[in-house]
């Protein structure tokens, strides 16, 4: 992928600029449960505001679909940023009155609007009314700089057509997050080994199916690994699965042996008769029962993972083992990170719940060579794909 401009190409004093920032946190409950894209947002908040701009971010939570929902805010969000900058950060309600703060705003001033994707042009696939919307964002600033990383595989108007207006560049966390992916996607030390995970196959195909050009291990756990043990001829009971990704998994397993890629699957499996966190029972893959629900990997598969991970000198991790947000059923995701935290090279985190699912567990992100705050978007970056809010930051 080209590289992407930088922000010292353009100079910020007394500039009104745009930040199209990735403020997309977990809440619960109205409260934020892992600021981590926030923190990963201040480096280049703090560059602009000392080379002299003033800032409005644009940001988007969850997916509202062009609705005004109270519950997805970005008002929460707007408070924790300024408690972390220690400064205070304006909150627009609209775009209209975003336009009156950004008129006269002085150097240093931050601004936050609520949350873009409440605009249905936002998200739209017309390409119009994309532009309609990005035209007038564009009035209030005369800078663009692009630092949402966990957005930039989104062809919305914020990420791809207000960027193609305004002179731009690429914040830190962008510029970063590129340069570490694309060390992975071209010359990543050997062994390589990827470690899969979270509830949908589906999501994974893609990466999965370029990824057997490139790799020499794929791991897979989670919600999606069931698909695999079904694919395979197993019982899976009530576990995850999805029916029509079957023979796509079937031809995955096939050419994964063509090309010598080995596909390793967990050999036991932490059940529970619900999905609550209740007690597990670990039962080896041919003894799921009719009624048991799989939601964890076992002990013996975590332990199979950790060596398998540990002889790799590079390693991509998306996607929890397990339900961790269950305590009974987060301990295979603990031993794959705990064997990440030892790779005698460069081991990436790779998406935002996985990069939650690691502090919730008590690591540092400073445990890992890199923890990426994109989920979807370092996926697409490591399967090859163009990427509009990185093209348009190039
Ligand atoms: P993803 O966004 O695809 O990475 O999925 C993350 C989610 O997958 C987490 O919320 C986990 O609770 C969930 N998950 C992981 N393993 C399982 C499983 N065995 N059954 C159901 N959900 C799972």
Redesign the pocket.
């Known amino acids: 992928m080209a590289s992407v401009k930088e922000l010292s190409s353009l100079d910020f004093a007394g500039k009104r600029v745009i930040l199209r920032a990735d403020l997309n946190v977990p809440l619960k409950d109205g409260e934020i449960t892992d600021d981590g894209r926030i923190r990963a947002s201040l480096p280049t908040i703090d560059y602009l505001v000392s080379a002299g701009a003033s800032i409005l971010i644009v940001a988007h939570l969850g997916r509202p679909k062009g609705e005004r929902k109270s519950e997805l805010s970005l008002k929460p969000v707007a408070s924790r940023l300024q408690k972390l900058l220690g400064r205070d950060v304006a909150f627009a309600e609209t775009i209209d009155q975003a336009m009156k703060f950004t008129e006269r705003a002085q150097p240093g001033e931050i601004t936050c609007l609520e949350n873009i994707r409440f605009e249905s042009a936002e998200t739209s696939k017309d390409e119009n009314e994309r532009l309609v919307l990005a035209k007038k964002l564009a009035q209030l600033g005369e800078l663009y700089v692009g630092d949402g990383f966990g957005a930039v595989h989104r062809k919305h108007a914020s990420v791809f057509e207000l960027a193609s207006i305004l002179p731009h560049a690429a914040g830190y966390l962008v510029a970063k997050e590129s340069e570490v992916l694309e060390k992975l996607a071209t010359n990543p030390l050997r062994p390589y080994g990827v470690v899969l ?4 196959v589906s ?1 994974k195909i893609g990466v999965i199916n370029n990824l057997l050009e490139r790799v020499e291990m794929i791991a897979i756990g ?2 999606m690994v069931f698909t695999f043990l079904a694919a395979k001829g197993y019982a899976i009971g009530k ?2 699965f999805e029916s029509d990704q079957l023979d796509v998994v079937k031809s995955i397993l096939l050419r994964a042996k063509e090309k010598g890629v080995e596909i390793l699957l967990p050999i036991d499996i932490k059940v529970a008769g619900e999905f609550k966190d209740v007690s597990a029972r670990i039962v080896g893959i041919e003894g799921i029962g009719e009624n048991d629900l ?3 990997i076992g002990p013996q598969s975590a332990d199979d993972f950790a060596k398998a991970i540990k002889k790799c000198r590079t390693i991509f991790w998306n ?2 083992m ?4 269950f305590s009974n059923f987060r301990e295979g995701t603990r031993v794959v990170a705990e064997a990440l935290r030892h790779v005698d090279g460069l081991a990436v985190v790779g ?1 935002g ?1 996985s990069a939650a699912a690691i502090r919730a567990l008590g690591f540092a992100d400073s445990d890992f060579g890199y923890v990426s705050t994109g ?1 979807g978007a370092s996926l697409e970056y490591l399967e090859g794909k163009e990427l509009p809010g990185l093209v348009a930051l190039s």
Not at 197 to 200: L, P, V, Y
Not at 322 to 325: D, K
């Open positions: 995970g979270g509830a949908k999501d989670g919600g576990s995850l799989g939601l964890d996607g929890p397990g339900v961790f947000e998406g719940d989920g």
